[in-house]
């Protein structure tokens, strides 16, 4: 893609250089990273200046940059495509180009191999798809492999059985959705993975799936282009559930509980009511809030591919952690497995350990059932 046509795909004209996007931006002071300047040197200057590395894949694509802009553009959109150009000239840091070569290879970017995808499930009594299930559970790839996230993929299982719900599972078939790969700019792998996955679903005739991270969520929902298959986010179906009293609780716990909105599920996809409605259906909890919750929430920096590359500096996670110590909670809740591992690391380095427990809605409401 030239510079010509990254200005009209953009409408980089339209921008009226407020700094918006920058102020917004919550990596900005961070990792020195100016979206403002980059738009500008393409259109007003019609060149791209090679910049740091730490700049380029700071951006974690929470689109905050996006909703703030007066001008409804996507400044994050045009960032991933600056990184297109970036992969295509091999300008990327090892882990990413590790991540990405494990995708391809194994369908996954954890270097895990495929036939390990679905061990998590030994015990649980989960069927596959091709017996007759009529929603697809798609687990992901972090929910398949990290043993922190498969926690919240078994609690999920708990829930939808409690609840009586005829799914399955694709196991060792299922590949990575790629909502990470468009997100580091490698296109082509994507449009691979588009391909391959539509080609899962159609052989098994899938019309139904849910899946309990956003980053899934949002690749079906907005970046597949298709319209053979419906897909919810956990949350929305767990909310469903309690809605027509298919789940009920057998229990009662007094804690205080603070929830977190992933950007990829609130910002990008303007959900906040369901996760906030399953956590204060479970009897005793009290729901607290943020200062920046909804579409202010404060990214996590787990998106983007930023799981794969560290940029030096405070974290993003650290603050939030320190906040909801701050204001009393006890489980800082959670729906999205990237938020869930950066969160959990950040009550470590925080030294916050005891003080507050990170937890995903399911997990949450699996104890109670």
Known sequence: MNVQELVQKHKLLECIQCGMCTGACPVSKKANLNIRRYMREV????????????????????????????????????????????????????????????????????????????????GLNVKHIAQGAELLYYVGCTSAYDPRVQNVAKALVHCFQKAGLNFGVLGDEESCCGSEVYGMGEKGLFEFLVEENIKIFNKYNIRQTVTNCPHGFHAFKNRYNQTSFEVQHHTQLLAKLIDEKKLTFSKEVKKKVIYHDPCFLGKQNNIYEEPRKVIESIPGVTLLEFDRSRARSLCCEGGGGRMWVDIPGPRLAEIRVKEAVNVGADILAVACPFCMLTMEDAVKTTGNEGKIQVMDVAELLALFL
Request: proline share 6%; net charge positive; aromatic share 8%.
């Open 43 to 122: 259109s007003a200057l019609g060149k791209l200046t090679v910049h740091p590395q730490n700049e380029l894949w700071s951006c974690t694509t929470c689109s905050t940059c996006g909703v703030r802009c007066p001008k409804d553009l996507n400044p994050y959109e045009f960032l991933i495509d600056i990184r297109s150009m970036a992969v295509e000239e091999g300008q990327i840091a090892p882990t990413i180009r590790d991540a990405l070569e494990s995708i391809f290879k194994n369908g996954n970017p954890w270097a895990r191999i495929r036939t390990k995808r679905s061990e998590w499930l030994q």
